[in-house]
């Protein structure tokens, strides 16, 4: 079972450029989110969605975008990269019921080391 | 708003000791959900444990058991006869908002890196 991939595993960036990191998962998740992990700051909430075409932000949004069109597929844009975004993140899905997530357990893809110049 | 405070950043022990990790949580729900999540030096997240807010039994699965106490607001985890392969960054998790029906907000404590010597 591929479960949730996640897609680049590395990659670095200069300053103001833009890129896309994506994320599919195969378990037929309504719920996906986007962390990003920084030392002694534990996993921070970027975005999540509980279906296709409904997304919201989390803690941690600004300077992120996210779409939802398919099930499937939970990409994270960044539009103009920043030093600040350094970081190493994590897409995550889990089973939901209606709009009451986080209950159970979240699926994480083995994450993607950004590096911004 | 919650809050999740693992105060132990680093921890190491010899192989065979038990270890036991601590974590301490805020929130004003009443209903509410715990989990803890192991990273290994690979990096990907392994869920351990749930827990919910109305279920203060202590849970035992082989070498991990886990403390559940709501009266000091704590889930602490103990690994007995620790091994090498239990080296790894450990997180405690808070989800809320389930009363509301909009348990989306998981927060993660900063995670503590056990580190298990030969």
């Known amino acids: 079972n591929a479960g949730v991939t996640q897609t680049p595993k590395f990659q670095v960036l200069k300053t103001g450029q833009s890129m896309t990191l994506q994320c599919a998962q195969d378990?037929?998740?309504?719920?996906m989110s986007w962390y990003r992990q920084d030392p002694g700051m534990g996993l921070r909430l970027i975005h999540y969605?509980?279906?296709?075409?409904?997304?919201d932000q989390g803690e941690v949004p600004n300077g992120y975008n996210v779409s939802r069109s398919t099930t499937e597929d939970f990409p994270l844009r960044l539009l103009s990269a920043a030093p600040s975004q350094t970081s190493v993140y994590f897409c995550?899905?889990?089973?939901?019921?209606?709009?009451?997530?986080?209950?159970?357990?979240?699926?994480f893809g083995e994450g993607s080391r950004l590096t911004v110049l | 708003a919650q809050k999740v405070t693992q105060a132990q950043t680093e921890i190491s022990v010899v192989e065979k000791e038990d270890v036991t990790l601590d974590c301490v949580y805020e929130?004003?729900?009443?209903?509410?959900?715990l989990f803890w999540y192991k990273q290994p030096p690979s990096g990907e997240l392994v869920f351990l444990i749930r827990?919910?807010?109305?279920?203060?039994q202590n849970e035992i699965s082989g070498r991990y058991s886990w403390n559940f106490q709501k009266s000091t607001s704590s889930f602490n985890f103990t690994i007995t006869a620790s091994q090498v392969v239990d080296s790894a960054v450990y997180f405690c998790?808070?989800?809320?908002?389930?009363?509301?029906?909009?348990?989306?907000?998981?927060?993660f404590g900063s995670g503590t890196q056990l580190t298990v010597l030969p």
């Open positions: 995550a899905s889990s089973y939901s019921k209606g709009v009451v997530v986080n209950t159970g357990e979240l699926f």
């Open positions: 378990m037929n998740h309504e719920y």
């Open positions: 969605s509980v279906g296709a075409g409904i997304t």
């Open positions: 929130t004003r729900d009443t209903t509410y959900y």
């Open positions: 827990r919910n807010s109305f279920d203060e």
């Open positions: 998790a808070l989800s809320t908002g389930v009363s509301s029906g909009s348990a989306r907000q998981l927060t």
